[in-house]
């Protein structure tokens, strides 16, 4: 009789189980991992961006943008996509790979692309031309709006490389804050036939500062050596005018020598400043409230900068089980100057202990964000104090009649 060793089933199979055991921890753990990391988003908020904001292109030459519609909440949203905005002379319309877009869904903590398609028409004359695009959500709650800005220059070229120099910027057109510093990227090249001394000078509007630097350093230069032939790269720093107002701005960059001189013309576009100011009308930070029972309190936001401000979010972090509730819920825009009031109603839970809370509220407009760290004193109901005198009186009297009958006997 022949014995046949089947040990290695057993073994098979609890080497299966171990693996499965393994990676189902290794779920777990990451599906953990996923729902603390949306824990710390806000309930809702969304956005749409452009992928540059600023572009110069051919008179007749179309456009193809990606745009990118972001959901940065704990929910899944339905967005609806549109041009607010489409210059005159121009046929645009916002598609993706096959067919035209109005609205798109997006997940939780995740972004999708589409693409805005604009064909200027026979005649576009060289200008500047705006394209505004929105994303609403379907409850028309939540809104984010970009702005794509396209200089169109003559279909032969503007100007020709001035002889024995060429000047050569990827990002001509820049686009920031008031308060910010611009930095735009030079490629010189020497073309004639002999190392030359290139002097570097810059023209701008009044009270700005414009200086060259080497790339990757910090000194301020005036001047260029280059070989023959050599392509060195030159920084030119701008920052503007502190009361500079919102707008466009052109910046002339000349390269010369005895021998040779070059321009470049560039372009930075102002938004203006983003600064928020949020608080109490009386400067306030304290509140008292009942557990279980509502407080009222009134706060305030004013757009102090020189930009628009846009889908303002009220957020609040509490102690757990307590209840933060804002009217309205969030602020669409706030032009400069602008003076929104805010009524905020803070719940205690029930089980709240008497004591002092921390309760943080949060005015964010992206780019700029104002914290408000309330102290909350929740205290006893005073039904519960009436119940004690009443309980003590109870009792006194008590006391009374029987000292009384007592004193009888």
């Not at 949203?77 to 869904?105: C, M, N, Q």
């Not at 997006?106 to 929105?134: C, H, M, N």
């Not at 080497?214 to 032939?229: D, L």
């Not at 930009?307 to 303002?312: D, R």
């Amino acid at each position: 009789m022949r014995y046949k060793n089947n040990s290695r089933f057993p073994l098979t199979t609890f080497l299966s189980v171990l693996v499965s055991f393994l990676i189902l921890c290794g779920w777990s753990d990451a599906f953990g991992e996923d729902a603390a990391a949306k824990k710390d988003l806000p309930a809702r908020s969304i956005a749409i961006s452009a992928e540059y904001t600023g572009i110069i292109i051919k008179a007749d030459d179309d456009i193809s943008m990606d745009l990118t519609v972001a959901n940065k909440g704990r929910q899944d949203e339905d967005i609806d996509v549109s041009l607010t905005s489409v210059p005159k002379g121009w046929d645009a319309r916002i598609k993706t790979y096959s067919f035209d877009v109005t609205g798109i869904h997006v997940a939780s903590d995740s972004s999708k692309s589409l693409t805005l398609k604009a064909e200027p028409q026979d005649g576009l004359k060289p200008g500047t031309y705006i394209f505004r695009v929105l994303a609403q959500t379907r409850d028309k709650k939540l809104s984010s709006s970009s702005q794509i800005t396209v200089t169109t220059t003559p279909k032969e070229e503007e100007k020709k490389v001035a002889r024995g120099i060429n000047i050569v910027t990827s990002y001509p057109v820049l686009k920031g804050p008031t308060d910010g510093k611009f930095e735009f990227s030079l490629e010189v090249e020497n073309k004639l036939d002999k190392e030359t001394i290139f002097n570097l000078t810059a023209q701008g509007p009044e009270n700005w500062d414009i200086n060259f630097k080497p790339a990757y350093e910090e000194k301020y230069i005036s001047s260029i050596r280059s070989k023959e032939g050599q392509s060195q790269t030159v920084a030119v720093v701008v920052k503007p005018f502190a009361l500079a107002e919102a707008g466009e701005y052109p910046i002339k960059v000349k390269v010369s020598s005895p021998e040779a001189e070059a321009e470049a013309e560039l372009t930075i576009v102002l938004t203006g400043t983003y600064k928020l100011d949020a608080g109490t009308a009386n400067g306030l930070l304290s509140i008292n409230a009942l557990k279980g029972k509502p407080a009222n309190l009134s706060i305030y936001a004013k757009n102090t900068g020189s930009a628009t401000l846009e889908n303002i979010q009220l957020l609040s972090f509490k102690p757990e089980n307590w209840k933060v509730e804002f009217t309205p819920e969030n602020i669409e825009t706030m032009a400069p100057g602008d003076f929104k009031q805010v009524e905020v109603t803070i719940t205690p839970t029930d089980q709240a202990l008497v004591g002092d809370y921390s309760v943080v509220l949060n005015v964010d407009a992206g780019k700029v964000s104002k914290t408000l760290e309330l102290r909350v004193s929740v205290r006893a109901s005073t039904a519960w104090a009436w119940i004690g005198i009443g309980i003590i009186l109870l009792v006194v009297i008590g006391l009374v009649v029987l000292f009384i009958r007592l004193g009888r006997r």
